[in-house]
Each structure stands twice: as C-alpha cells, then as structure tokens.
C-alpha cells in the first residue's frame, strides 16, 4: 500500500476559526507543560548529591519516574478532570501533542538535534483518527469542527481514504 500525502488550504468560518485557534492554543500550553516537567526531572538529576547547584531548580523526590509519553499521557487525563479548558479540545489531538514531544526528545537523543524549545505559537495539530465519509466536494468533516471548506487544488484519487489531518 502506497501512503500519499496531500495538503489542502482551509477556508474556515469565523466560529472555527476561533476554535482552531482554541484548539492551537490549549494544544501549546499542554506542550510547554510536558517540556517543563521534563526538563525539570533532568535538572533535578544532574547535581551531585554531594554539592548543591547555585541556580534554584525544583526539587523532584529521587523515585519519581522519568516523565515519559505514557506518564505523562496518564497525568493529562486526570489534568482533563479539573481543568475545563482541556476537556474542550479532542482528546486524541492533546495526546498526539504529546507525541510530538516525546519524537523531539527521542531526535535529541538518537539524532544528535538540540533540546526542544518552548512554543510561543502552534501552527499545527493533528487529528490522528479520521471519520468516515469525511470528504466531500470542497469540504473536509473534521472532528469537533465540523465541516470546513477546502481550496481544493486537486482532486482526490480513486479509492482514496482519509486517516489523518
């Protein structure tokens, strides 16, 4: 099987374009919370135990495990139970923020690349799942949005089947 990948310019309205833009923003701060735990885990670790650093660093207790993909995964749907702005965006897109962090480090470390940044601004996110008969002429259903008009550049190939955007 052939994998394409072909990009279409969207057309939204006013209303989901300030969805999308919800959606860009709570996906940025997730983002930077994860890196922020993350990075404060491995500033905890790199003192010796017996010298102190000069800079002040959050304490981390030496059994906390490392904070990974699925631990962090896990803290973020107990976060989506007391913070509502987290339970208005899709789940899977928040989870898939994660991802996107947790491939950073894994370059970082196997491909030698730097230390992964903060975010001022997202200017992506991705739904990993598609829903059925999510296309249609000029239009793309996309989960929690809706329909939103495309610029339809191209036409769509025979047998063609969306699975993500």
Do not use: H
């Amino acid at each position: 099987m052939i994998t394409l990948t072909y990009q279409y310019k969207l057309r939204p309205k006013k209303q989901q374009e300030a969805e999308i833009n919800l959606i860009l923003d709570v996906c940025k701060t997730v983002y930077n919370y994860a890196l922020r735990e993350r990075k404060d885990w491995l500033s905890s670790r790199k003192s010796s135990i017996k010298s102190c650093s000069i800079v002040s660093e959050y304490i981390i207790p030496a059994d906390a495990p490392y904070p990974n993909y699925n631990n962090q995964a896990k803290s973020l749907t107990i976060a989506k139970k007391t913070y509502s702005r987290l339970k208005s965006v899709n789940a899977q897109v928040l989870q898939q923020t994660l991802k996107t962090l947790d491939r950073a480090f894994s370059d970082m470390k196997s491909l030698g690349k730097g230390f992964p940044r903060f975010k001022k601004k997202l200017r992506s996110f991705v739904f990993p799942a598609m829903l059925k008969n999510c296309l249609g002429c000029g239009q793309v259903k996309l989960p929690q949005l809706g329909w939103i008009k495309i610029r339809q550049s191209r036409q769509y190939p025979d047998g063609f089947q969306a699975i993500a955007s």
